[in-house]
């Protein structure tokens, strides 16, 4: 069975109420997409693709302070990338249709011009338990409503002096219905209009008008917009005669340690908390996409966690799994080490190089590629321990490990900085243990994963966890600020990865899947997950 509204749309469809249904995702050009949005995407253009539909992306450009074109061009793009194929269009082109529908509001007798400060207003409009009043242009004649009205659109009002109110009920029991504003005053530049108006619509009156002249059928919007649908409906019975879209709430996708209000990510940007829109640690899907997510990933997430009529938190482990998947089976394998340590092989020649067979499993498959082998590696700093914990299975004094698809080694010794950590590990390869060839029968506790030293590269690799603390007890986010969301380690790499593409991803052995960051021109990595769910990102 389908979700709630696949369970409307068929029966639309059977009843032939809306053979051809159209969908909208109606963002407002006021800052990059964020994965609550993604959800909004896949939601809509899903629902147009399964039942033979049409997708429109539409512009809700009609608070011309906050919009701007760069906002336009990324979600142009963002959506673009997500897959979803929809008409571009503006809700700024239908501006004299709005116009003109405010006009046949103010002859039928429904809206009029006010002249109440923002503060008057919302003294009178009364609270859940208390009517509003009623004001004193409220019965203003239908000719002086026009001249004003017209007054506004003409620039002879100043900002905030005059609004347009529909006139409905200041008694209902929903206070979006006690006569709310319908247009404003405000000498703005448009990003497309330019400077043609002086008068903007509010959202709730705008966007029934932008659904219906686009024949939209189902108007899918978020949850907090239920209390708003009266009033939807209400614009559209009173000004519009042909046919009517409908509007259905569900629940915003919210992801726990996560900021989703392009208001609040547009303050971390600018108070440079990230390193832009596009920082890997953002829940953009600029941000997303630069950690190296891919667009199958992230709709497979909006896919698995469903449609609901309740709002909730997912865990970004949810999305993180969807990722993790997605690259165990197509991630090529490589090794990488990130705080490299020196180990030193003593019982081979100074000159020693070997090729080897590296082998992994690619998904299901066996797979195997040449690596190239020394006398002098590197291998990673917590791989070796001279105080190990129990049941550590790494490398100890005196203690043997197999290299990964190389050789066991027992470790003879080391050296160690003047606070006693070590700097340099000595080592010798037990004969007979070669990957593949081994029936020595020695056994081993672990694996570890190395470069050769004579042969790598240097790597930057970048390692990410939450931009924010966890902490439920509702404090600002810019306290919330997780200091160690980012870390940056100089690590070595193998040298295949030096001619990696920018966007080419990876798993490096132990450590999860990075991706090769797309904006840095040297051998920049970023983690895009760890390889075990709660391993640290
Ligand atoms: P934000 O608070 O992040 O700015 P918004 O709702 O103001 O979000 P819009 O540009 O108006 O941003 O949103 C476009 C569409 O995306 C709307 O239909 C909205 O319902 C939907 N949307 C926004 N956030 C989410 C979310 N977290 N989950 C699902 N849908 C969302
Ligand atoms: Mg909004």
């Not at 450009?61 to 990338?81: C, G, L, M, Y």
């Not at 008409?87 to 700024?92: D, G, H, M, Q, R």
């Not at 620039?155 to 609004?163: T, Y």
């Amino acid at each position: 069975m389908g979700n709630f509204l696949e369970e409307i749309i068929e029966s639309d469809i059977k009843s032939g109420k809306t053979p051809n249904i159209i969908t909208r995702f109606p963002p407002e050009p006021n800052g990059y997409l964020h994965i609550g949005h993604a959800k909004s995407i896949c939601l809509n253009y899903g629902l147009a693709k399964k039942y033979g539909g049409k997708f429109n992306l539409r512009f809700d450009d009609t608070n011309p302070v906050k919009e701007d074109d760069e906002f336009v061009a990324s979600i142009v793009a963002d959506v673009k990338w997500l897959g979803a194929d929809g008409e571009v269009l503006f809700a700024s082109d239908y501006f004299d249709t709005m116009y003109e529908c405010a006009v046949k509001l103010i002859k039928k007798g429904l809206a009029y011009v006010d002249d109440v400060t923002a503060e008057q207003m919302r003294e009178m409009r009364g609270t859940l338990t208390e009517k509003g009043k009623e004001s004193k242009r409220r019965n203003r004649p239908v000719d002086e409503n026009i001249k004003l009205f017209e007054d506004m659109k003409n620039g002879k009002v100043a900002d905030g002096e005059l609004v347009l109110r529909a006139k409905i009920d200041m008694a209902s029991p929903n206070m979006n219905m006690r006569d709310p504003i319908i247009y404003r005053v405000l000498k703005a530049h448009h990003h497309r209009q330019k400077d043609k108006w002086n008068i903007y619509p509010m959202y709730d009156f705008a966007h029934p008008i932008e659904d219906a002249v686009e024949g939209i059928t189902h108007s899918i919007c978020t949850l907090e917009f239920e209390d708003h649908r009266p009033l939807y409906d209400w614009v559209l019975d009173n000004c519009w005669d042909g046919a009517r879209p409908h509007q259905y709430e569900f629940a915003r996708l919210g992801v726990e340690r996560t900021i989703m209000s392009k208001r609040y990510l547009k303050k971390l940007v600018d108070e440079k908390f990230v390193d832009g829109w596009d920082d890997p640690r953002m829940p953009t899907l600029a941000g997303l996409r630069r950690r190296g997510y891919t667009p199958s990933s992230i709709r497979e997430f909006c896919e698995r966690i469903g449609v609901a009529k309740a709002n909730s938190e997912v865990e970004t482990g949810q999305l993180e799994s969807c990722i993790r998947e997605e690259l165990n089976a197509t991630a090529a394998r490589a090794m990488a080490v990130l705080e490299p340590l020196e180990l030193e092989i003593t019982n081979r020649d100074a000159d020693f190089a070997e090729t080897l067979e590296f082998s992994y499993n690619l998904g299901e498959q066996e797979k195997t590629r040449e690596v190239s082998f020394s006398g002098s590696l590197y291998i990673e700093k917590d791989d070796f321990s001279l105080d190990p914990p129990p049941k550590y299975k790494r490398l100890t004094l005196g203690g043997t490990v197999r290299l990964k698809s190389a050789y066991i080694i027992r470790c003879t010794g080391c050296d160690k900085d003047e606070n006693g950590n070590p700097v340099k590990v000595y080592a010798e390869i037990i004969e007979g243990t070669k990957s593949g060839q081994d029936n020595s029968g020695v056994k081993v506790k672990g694996v570890i994963h190395w470069v050769n030293k004579k042969d790598c590269v240097n790597i930057t690799a970048r390692l990410y966890d939450y931009l924010l603390d966890d902490d439920k007890t509702g404090r600002d986010f810019s306290e919330r600020l997780n200091k160690d969301s980012l870390q940056v380690c100089a690590a070595k790499g193998e040298r295949i990865l030096e001619t990696a593409a920018k966007g080419d991803n990876f798993q490096f052995l132990r450590q999860g899947y990075f991706v090769r960051d797309i904006k840095s021109d040297g051998a920049v990595f970023n983690r895009i997950v760890g390889l075990k769910d709660g391993f640290k990102r």
